[in-house]
């Protein structure tokens, strides 16, 4: 019986984590659509320029890449 418990346990965690990851999942679509809003205004308004956002992000990278451990952060490039 005890085993039983322990496996109807386990599935009821995995469920849990499902879950988790699920709005995980929703939480990042809606960061990103609410980012690609705000950069697409503040472009549109001219407050920012396309080479402006290219330029930091290329720094913004290169300061991350060298605080990572070699082989983090090189697997999300596009």
Do not use: C, F
């Not at 039983?4 to 879950?19: K, P, Y």
């Not at 679509?29 to 001219?46: D, M, P, T, V």
């Amino acid at each position: 019986m005890e085993m039983s418990n322990r496996r109807i346990s386990s599935h009821l965690d995995e469920v849990a984590w499902i879950a988790k990851l699920a709005d995980l999942k929703e939480d990042h679509y809606r960061n990103s659509l609410l980012l690609g809003a705000i950069l697409e205004l503040l472009l549109e308004k001219g407050l920012l320029t396309a080479q402006e956002l290219a330029a930091k992000i290329h720094t913004l990278e290169a300061s991350d890449q060298s605080t990572l451990p070699t082989g983090i952060g090189s697997r999300h490039r596009h």
